[in-house]
């Protein structure tokens, strides 16, 4: 698996965005399985770089494929986001904001993923959405404040958050043509 300088190991995720049949934009997110140290976490779907992959973007791509069936002819990249550092996994994450065709059903692969998210941007932007907590985990040295969004009975938080954050407005405002 390639690492970067410093041992971090590279992983790339896709950022699906979609106009619903109201017009409403919507993102795509994923509840990962419960096994695994993200078990029952809501994500982006994506992985770690594989030495097939020749750039991140087909590891997106390719993660997306196999985690939900989401073709590449299904995708159009509109950018490469700003990286991001996880806290506890050590990745160095390279997000892709995609516009895409959803299929008619979602094709999960079972062992990663439980079930397919499609959160409305503007549920995401209301203020009651958002919140804050102090959590510990095991892999966690001490407790931290983390800040999330309130997807339905989940949480979307971490690196997904980290992503998420500084994009939903600029979504909602129109940059980029969805």
Same mark, same amino acid.
């Given at each position: 698996?390639?690492?970067?300088?410093?041992?971090?190991?590279?992983? /790339?995720?896709? @950022?699906?965005?979609?106009?619903?049949?109201?017009?409403?934009?919507?993102?795509?997110?994923?509840?990962?399985?419960?096994?695994?140290?993200?078990?029952?976490?809501?994500?982006?779907?994506?992985?770690?770089?594989? @030495?097939?992959?020749?750039?991140?973007?087909?590891?997106?791509?390719?993660?997306?494929?196999?985690?939900?069936?989401?073709? *590449?002819?299904?995708?159009? %990249?509109?950018?490469?986001? *700003?990286?991001?550092?996880?806290?506890?996994?050590?990745?160095? %994450? /390279? *997000?892709?904001?995609?516009?895409?065709?959803?299929?008619?059903?979602?094709?999960?692969?079972?062992?990663?993923?439980?079930?397919?998210?499609?959160?409305?941007?503007?549920?995401?932007?209301?203020?009651?959405?958002?919140?804050?907590?102090?959590?510990?985990?095991?892999?966690?040295?001490? *407790?931290?404040?983390?800040?999330?969004?309130?997807?339905?009975?989940?949480?979307?938080?971490?690196?997904?958050?980290?992503?998420?954050?500084?994009?939903?407005?600029?979504? /909602?405002?129109?940059?980029?043509?969805?």
């Amino acid at each position: 698996m390639p690492r970067m300088a410093g041992g971090r190991r590279e992983a /790339a995720v896709l @950022v699906p965005v979609f106009r619903d049949g109201a017009g409403g934009l919507r993102l795509v997110l994923v509840r990962r399985s419960e096994a695994g140290i993200h078990g029952g976490q809501l994500a982006f779907p994506g992985g770690r770089r594989e @030495v097939r992959d020749r750039t991140l973007r087909e590891t997106a791509l390719r993660e997306a494929e196999e985690e939900i069936g989401l073709t *590449p002819a299904a995708v159009t %990249i509109l950018a490469e986001l *700003p990286r991001v550092e996880t806290l506890t996994s050590n990745h160095r %994450i /390279a *997000p892709f904001l995609a516009h895409i065709v959803p299929p008619a059903r979602w094709h999960l692969q079972a062992t990663e993923v439980a079930e397919v998210i499609e959160a409305r941007v503007a549920d995401l932007l209301d203020p009651g959405a958002h919140g804050e907590a102090i959590e510990h985990f095991p892999t966690w040295p001490r *407790p931290r404040r983390i800040q999330f969004y309130r997807v339905g009975r989940h949480r979307l938080w971490g690196a997904s958050y980290r992503i998420a954050e500084p994009l939903l407005a600029r979504l /909602a405002a129109g940059d980029w043509e969805v």
